[in-house]
């Protein structure tokens, strides 16, 4: 039985992150995460967001850096 998560835990969910960004930087916030996440769905960005896809460590990297150009520091959680 594998006991590995195929979720990412509330915590490491970005949904937090987006609600904060300015509404007029949300379509660049949003293709700058999918190209991040190497992502070409809105599904699978929204899947990421949500923590019920798994991130790695360089992608989560990437995530918060693309939060921190619009001025979110604290992107995690739901």
Known sequence: MNKTP???PP???FRKGLREI???DNAAVR???AAALDVTTRQSL???ADGKRILDVEKAA???SV???YGVN???GE
């Open 6 to 8: 195929n979720t990412t």
């Open 11 to 13: 915590a490491k969910a």
């Open 22 to 24: 300015k509404v007029g």
């Open 31 to 33: 293709e700058e995460l």
């Open 46 to 48: 929204a899947a990421y």
């Open 62 to 64: 990437r995530v918060e």
């Open 67 to 69: 939060f921190r150009k």
């Open 74 to 76: 604290d992107c995690w």
